[in-house]
């Protein structure tokens, strides 16, 4: 079975751009979550999803969206860049709905953005 | 606020050496603690998950303890190898569902030859 993929593996833009990250859960998992990881904050929740449904979210400014398909494949989008932005942000999948705190969340390898 | 706190930041041993890392929380009592592994350039991998009941939980040279008293979990990592090199996050879950998973800044672990 196929791992968590995200695309673009890198990315580089500059302040002011917009930028759509893509995440591919594993078959079957119907929940998604998001997250940002810099080396000065360690890894910090953006939003998760289940069943197209934003059903937790992090301290992140409105900036910051996600959405969730149909197929359980999700994007994340951040307007207005700014040079703080760049970090590896994160998508990780589970089986169940949120409220099973006893899964094992699967990572996907992340995209790298760099915000020049 | 709850929060986690992992020492030491970093730590460097040589290869075949044991080594154990700690995590702290406030988190209590909470739906389940974690630890990941890290590769450079990788996403998390899962290593162990205890429940707050739980005490030790083992995974090959990886064994996860748990101190509910003193609120404190260490990962033991028992012979190590090269491939040890990593960071170790610990991940605490609080019980209700719309509280947020709690992530500490992980250790940075570097194994020498």
């Known amino acids: 079975k196929a791992g968590v993929t995200q695309t673009p593996r890198y990315l580089i833009k500059t302040r002011g751009q917009q930028v759509t990250l893509s995440c591919s859960p594993i078959?079957?998992?119907?929940?998604v979550s998001w997250y940002q990881q810099t080396p000065g904050q360690g890894l910090q929740f953006l939003f998760e999803y289940f069943s197209e449904t934003q059903r937790n979210k992090g301290n992140f400014p409105g900036r910051f969206s996600g959405r969730q398909f149909s197929n359980s494949r999700s994007e994340m989008n951040v307007s207005t860049l700014e040079l703080g932005d760049s970090a590896l942000y994160l998508c990780?999948?589970?089986?169940?709905?949120?409220?099973?705190?006893?899964?094992?969340?699967?990572f996907g390898p992340g995209t790298r953005l760099l915000v020049l | 606020k709850n929060q986690v706190e992992q020492s030491p930041q970093s730590l460097i041993i040589l290869e075949g050496k044991n080594c154990t890392l700690q995590c702290n929380y406030t988190v209590s009592p909470f739906s389940n603690l974690r630890w990941y592994k890290q590769d450079t350039g990788r996403g998390p991998v899962s290593l162990t998950i205890?429940?707050?009941?739980?005490n030790t939980k083992s995974n090959g040279r990886y064994t996860a303890t748990l101190d509910a008293d003193t609120k404190q979990s260490s990962l033991h990592i028992t012979a190590s190898q090269l491939s040890d090199s990593a960071s170790y996050i610990c991940?605490?879950?609080?019980?209700?569902?719309?509280?947020?998973?709690?992530f500490g800044k992980g250790t940075r672990l570097h194994i020498l030859p």
């Open positions: 078959s079957g998992h119907r929940s």
């Open positions: 205890m429940t707050f009941s739980e």
């Open positions: 990780a999948s589970s089986p169940g709905s949120p409220g099973s705190r006893g899964e094992t969340q699967y």
């Open positions: 991940v605490v879950s609080p019980p209700l569902t719309d509280d947020k998973i709690i």
